[in-house]
């Protein structure tokens, strides 16, 4: 049987990449184990999610804290409790502080509804229906003290419509976001994953079936 790589997933909202998370792992697809899903906000549906699952959860309210560290302090110990080797942000909204990201240098991931490097931040797909991209998408990356900025490990590319709305680019990502995060936890549960400066390595990737993509396409 594959070892079971111990996680915590940050949530602040609903929670459906938590979701997918939970399922891959119950269907076998993720060797991973949730040791506990923590939460800053008391209200998160994603702590209901969790708990329908047996999971442990935990609310921290950042509020209550008289710093950014500090708060990052407490969770950082709160995890190390539960023996977590590998963070998982799943809509966790804050920025973490070094204290953080030190503690879990490159055992850090966050997923966002863009491929980075365009379009860092918030209201992403506002900025790329404005910029009239042809394609969007979403990144895993591992997370460092810059903004969205970490070295990438797994991107999903999807089309762009003149007639998108917010709405439409949003769900068509987010279905995308579901298959690519389990993934990219996998590869690394399966110690395949290498960072070296801003790229990270995979052992064993395939190259032989990569597609080129076009949008409007070549041929109607």
């Known amino acids: 049987m594959a070892r079971q790589l111990p996680i915590g997933v940050l949530i602040s ?31 998160a549906y994603g702590l209901v999610r969790a708990q329908n699952h047996g999971i442990h959860t935990e609310v921290l309210d950042h509020k209550v804290f008289t710093s950014r560290e500090a708060y990052d302090q407490a969770v950082v110990d709160l995890l190390l409790g539960r023996g977590v080797e ?45 910029h009239g991209v042809r394609f969007a998408g ?8 810059e903004c969205d900025e970490g070295p990438i490990i797994i991107q999903a590319v999807v089309p762009v419509f003149p007639d998108d709305t917010e709405e439409a680019l949003a769900a068509r990502i987010l279905k995308q976001e579901h298959s690519i995060y389990p993934r990219a936890i996998q590869l690394y549960a399966e110690g395949r994953l290498h960072v070296v400066g801003r790229k990270v390595f995979v052992d064993g990737l395939n190259k032989e079936g990569s597609q080129v993509l076009v949008q409007p396409p070549l041929e109607e």
């Open 86 to 130: 590998l963070v998982v942000l799943a809509g966790f909204m804050r920025l973490l502080s070094p204290v953080f990201v030190q503690a879990y240098s490159n055992r850090i991931m966050n997923i966002h509804p863009a491929l980075l490097p365009a379009f860092p931040g918030l209201h992403v797909q506002k900025k790329a229906l404005d």
């Open 13 to 43: 909202g609903s929670g459906t990449n938590l979701q997918s998370i939970i399922d891959a792992i119950e269907a076998k697809k993720l060797d991973a184990r949730i040791e506990i899903v923590l939460s800053n906000k008391a209200d």
């Open 138 to 145: 979403c990144t895993v990356h591992f997370v460092n003290e």
